[in-house]
């Protein structure tokens, strides 16, 4: 997955330096490396959430390193 990684960072012009980015990016990432549709959220917080088709929520930090 780190080489998905950074070939995605690459593919965006660099490392993500925006909650949008961040998810375009993680999106990307899950695309080609788990083929599943996953979905963000940016709650009242600022805080971006990821859910997947079962709808579990987990952090952007816990998720993309």
Known sequence: MEESLKRTRCLFGGAPDSAWQQARCCRAVFN?????QMHF????????LITDEGEEVCELDETVE
């Open 41 to 48: 959220i940016l709650n009242q917080n600022g805080e971006l």
């Open 32 to 36: 080609l490396e788990l083929e599943v």
